[in-house]
């Protein structure tokens, strides 16, 4: 399971951060990606973490903005987003991709971010 | 990039369906379809184009290689009526298409 957590209303130019906390699977071994859905619209990939937490990516229109990480003691996933802005708003989703491939496996229940 | 047809596709219940993806820039069978129902998490339903994931109907297939990719929905029951994506993914990023909205006729 992948419980998540923090999201809601906050102002253009504010900050949140995203929390994901992993149980039921050995989340050390799984890369973990955040997607997340305007209302309305499609899904749109994010950003993404290795097992380690050593190399990150992220979507051109939120690089420099957004930050990922883990902390595997804690199997948590987190979203630190910053400088946030009205297009950021909408359902985020902590999803851990499969081992034995890059496709995206386990999906949270979602969050809502509201930039307004 | 994933373009997906149609965007919106109307059908009854029994009926046989298709959903197609075309992909640009890609050299291998990455690619996932994924069902989502209103206000729920995305479900995925089959990857690497034609392998279907644990516990899902068989009713659902996929096939394609290449450019084009197909999810078909055989026999189509009232738990299917959903929007549907197709999804490229790489080890370090994954791109969607629009989503394939079915109705009810």
């Known amino acids: 399971q992948l419980a998540q957590s923090g999201g809601g209303l906050v102002q253009p130019g504010g900050s949140l951060r995203l929390s994901c906390e992993a149980s039921?699977?050995?989340?050390?071994?799984?890369?973990m990606n955040w997607v997340r859905q305007a209302p309305g619209k499609g899904l749109e990939w994010v950003a993404h973490?290795?097992?380690?937490?050593?190399?990150?990516f992220y979507a051109d229109s939120v690089r420099g903005r957004f930050t990922i990480s883990r902390d595997n003691g804690k199997s948590e996933l987190s979203l630190e987003m910053k400088s946030l802005r009205a297009d950021d708003t909408g359902v985020y989703y902590c999803?851990?991709?499969?081992?034995?491939?890059?496709?995206?496996?386990?999906w949270g229940h979602g969050t809502q971010v509201t930039v307004s | 990039q994933m373009t997906q047809s149609p965007p919106t596709l109307s059908a009854s219940v029994g009926e046989t369906i298709s959903i197609t993806c075309r992909a640009s820039d890609i050299t291998n069978n990455w690619v996932a379809w994924l069902q989502q129902k209103p206000g729920k998490a995305p479900k995925l339903l089959i990857y690497?184009?034609?392998t279907l994931d644990s516990g899902v109907p068989s009713r659902f297939s996929g096939s394609g290689s290449g450019t084009q990719f197909t999810l078909t929905i055989s026999s189509l029951q009232p738990d299917d009526f959903a929007t549907y994506y197709c999804?490229?993914?790489?080890?370090?990023?994954?791109?969607f298409g629009q989503g394939t909205k079915v109705e009810v006729k």
């Open positions: 973490i290795t097992y380690s937490g050593s190399l990150t």
């Open positions: 999804h490229y993914y790489d080890s370090t990023s994954k791109t």
């Open positions: 999803v851990a991709e499969s081992p034995s491939g890059y496709y995206l496996d386990k």
């Open positions: 690497k184009a034609t």
């Open positions: 039921g699977f050995s989340f050390d071994r799984y890369e």
